[in-house]
């Protein structure tokens, strides 16, 4: 299993990202997929999730209105749409998924600051 993020970077108050999650080596058809993030000292909360065909999402209150969860199972690739970003999203942003185990990617950075 291996899922790779991508997309991360240094954005202004209210500005956008897309993150990406690029996954291989298990059904990612069938399997949920969630994003979660850490903030040093913080533990990981989750962000948001959606089912194995996109029908079902679910998003922490703290983001909700203004981050959207997709998928894309013919390119194997998960996507979080970050708008209106705050300072307070600023974290280490990870994909998960469980299969026979929990499997994270390597996280990639977001901060909001101008």
């Known amino acids: 299993v291996q899922l790779v993020e991508s997309g991360g970077g240094l954005v202004q108050p209210g500005g956008s990202l897309r993150l990406s999650c690029a996954a291989s080596?298990?059904?990612?058809?069938?399997?949920?997929m969630s994003w979660f993030r850490q903030v040093p000292g913080k533990e990981r909360e989750l962000v948001a999730r959606i089912s194995n065909l996109g029908r079902t999402t679910n998003y922490a209150d703290s983001v909700k209105e203004r981050f959207t969860i997709s998928r894309d199972n013919a390119k194997n690739t998960m996507y979080l749409q970050m708008n209106s970003l705050k300072p307070e999203d600023t974290a280490v942003y990870y994909c998960?998924?469980?299969?026979?185990?929990?499997?994270w990617g390597q996280g990639t950075q977001v901060t909001v600051s101008s």
């Open positions: 998960y998924t469980f299969y026979n185990g929990d499997y």
């Open positions: 080596g298990f059904p990612f058809s069938a399997s949920v």
